[in-house]
């Protein structure tokens, strides 16, 4: 079926997290752009699955069966071409969860995480919430690329007792999605220094013209060892509000400590909308997915003609996954206090702040 991906969709009053949270997107008519989280229909194939469950009158505990996994095995498959294993897969309810469960199950306190700022904030909040070492490798630009700095991340390795990374890819919110070269540099440092990661891959799917996702895991035997990698189909078919993920590990040790740091925190249940929309959209969803790329694709293209007619002083950063624009102030020449106080009141647009995701977004600013 066509999709209509420019139908206006009111969802004020619907206990929406974008437009409900602040009473400024109610009254002032502020355009909320600050959360990765789409304002189209949901998939129909999947709309009617739940529909589907939601007439069924009772609602007790839901049950991950088996299909839960092959159905993971089967689109990591198909869409980026990795092979894995339906026993490799286990459940969280969300990114942010698993990434915690990851950190309380593979670090002891004191223990360095390492994160690559400018990044998704809740990484760093995660960390210091479970009062581990928070290291960071700033990313850099060369070229007018965001890019991986090797040699400070070997330095920390080596110095700063470092015993797991979160690995951003497709990065949110500077849009990289890396490739296989840099990866590989990447995980030969952490093979060497015996660090583990956790590969956050939730905008996997979200991948622009002329660039292929390569899930970290799948670059060698050694590396999916030492991995856990965490999907799901909640960005690309906007079910956040579903809360249900996949995380992929081959290394049982690590997928059976990551599995009771879920139990302890008592969130192995998962939640019966949740699983029917994740399997619905993994088994049905290519068909609206080819379509919401194409219409990214124009999105973005319409986007950088606009910052570059109209909107000269502002740079985009080049957009290569995700449906995120990162981009530089510094010519407006604000302060960062001033330029919230801008783009809230003068531009009507409720964005998220350079600075959130570590000082290099500060540096933005003017
Ligand atoms: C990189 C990244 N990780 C995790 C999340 C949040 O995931 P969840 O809602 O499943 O915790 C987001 C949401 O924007 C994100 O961009």
Not at 20 to 41: G, H, L
Not at 125 to 133: D, L
Not at 145 to 152: L, P, Q, S, V
Request: aromatic share 12%.
């Amino acid at each position: 079926m066509n999709y209509n991906f420019n139908q206006v969709i009111p969802r004020i009053g619907t206990s929406c997290g974008k437009w409900d949270s602040k009473e400024v997107y109610r009254t002032k008519q502020v355009i909320p752009m600050w959360v990765a989280d789409m304002d189209f229909p949901v998939a129909e194939p999947i709309m009617k699955c739940i529909r589907k469950r939601a007439e069924h009158p009772v609602m007790g505990y839901a049950h991950r069966g088996k299909d839960f996994s092959e159905i993971t095995s089967q689109w990591m498959e198909k869409r980026h071409g990795w092979y894995i294993e339906p026993g490799w897969v286990t459940f969280s309810p969300g990114m942010v969860p698993a990434i915690s469960a990851a950190i309380q199950a593979l670090t002891k306190p004191g223990e360095g995480v390492l994160i690559q700022p400018p990044v998704y904030y809740p990484f760093s909040g995660t960390v210091n919430a479970c009062k581990r070492k928070l290291v960071e490798n700033p990313l850099k630009v060369s070229e007018g690329k965001y890019r991986m700095d090797y040699e400070d991340l070997e330095a920390k390795f080596k110095t700063e007792n470092v015993r797991l990374m979160i690995l951003c890819n497709p990065h949110n919110p500077v849009g990289r999605v890396y490739t296989k070269e840099e990866l590989w540099k990447l995980g030969e440092l952490c093979l060497k220094y015996n660090v583990l990661i956790f590969s956050d891959e939730i905008h996997s799917d979200l991948i622009l013209k002329g660039h292929r996702h390569t899930p970290l895991a799948s670059l060698s035997g050694e590396l999916s060892q030492i991995t856990l990698t965490g999907v799901t189909p909640s960005k690309t078919f906007n079910l956040a509000g579903l809360q249900t993920s996949a995380v992929i590990c081959k290394n049982q040790k690590l997928r059976r400590d990551f599995d009771s740091a879920i139990r302890m925190n008592g969130i192995q249940f998962p939640n019966i909308f949740g699983l029917e929309a994740f399997k619905s959209a993994y088994t049905e969803g290519q068909d609206y997915l080819e379509q919401l790329l194409v219409y990214l694709e124009s999105n973005y293209t319409y986007c950088k003609r606009f910052f570059a007619q109209r909107l000269k002083p502002l740079r985009t950063t080049e957009l290569e996954g995700t449906y995120l624009l990162w981009f530089d102030c510094r010519e407006l020449q604000m302060d960062c206090e001033k330029l919230d106080g801008f783009m809230l009141n003068q531009a009507h647009l409720g964005l998220d702040s350079g600075y959130l995701f570590g000082n290099q977004g500060r540096d933005l600013c003017g």
